[in-house]
């Protein structure tokens, strides 16, 4: 098994990966996949729970797997938000809606890639790990 990238964490810590994720059994099989491979993942399943884990780890997070559809506050307004404090974190959308117009407002931000639901475990570790080492 191949081990995570290591950027933007303590020497010797697993990479942490914020995971925000409102179904249960989609959040809970990216975690697992993840986990397998030696991340550290938090787990949010509402954009304001997101938004507040954030603040409390964009310094030591490697990475955010965002959906756009959290209840409470949407995904892209955690994105907009979360620039205001960590305009480098990778961030990478899980949607659905590949509308033009979605694709372009999100990846033409900074750090942003878009990873089209439904998607198999090797394109998210893939994504995965191409936005960890972009970041370094």
Same mark, same amino acid.
């Given at each position: 098994m191949s081990s995570p990238a290591t950027s933007r964490t303590p020497s010797g810590c697993a990479p942490i990966v914020i995971v925000a994720e409102d179904e249960p059994t989609i959040g809970e099989m990216i975690s697992m996949l993840l986990e397998e491979r030696g991340y550290d993942v938090r787990l949010t399943r509402d954009g304001v729970e997101c938004l507040r884990l954030l603040e409390d780890a964009h310094h030591t997070a490697a990475a955010l797997l965002l959906d756009l559809g959290l209840p !409470?506050?949407? @995904?892209?307004?955690?994105?907009? !938000?979360? !620039? @205001?404090?960590?305009?480098?974190?990778? /961030?990478? /959308?899980?949607s659905g809606d590949q509308s033009p %117009?979605?694709? %372009?407002?999100?990846? =033409?931000?900074? %750090? /942003? =890639?878009?990873?089209?639901?439904?998607? @198999? @475990?090797?394109?998210? !570790? =893939?994504?995965?790990?191409?936005? /960890? =080492?972009?970041?370094?």
């Open positions: !409470r506050l949407g @995904g892209a307004e955690v994105l907009r !938000r979360l !620039r @205001g404090f960590a305009p480098e974190l990778p /961030v990478i /959308v899980m %117009a979605t694709m %372009a407002a999100l990846t =033409s931000q900074p %750090a /942003v =890639s878009l990873l089209a639901k439904p998607f @198999g @475990g090797s394109a998210l !570790r =893939s994504s995965l790990a191409l936005a /960890v =080492s972009a970041s370094r």
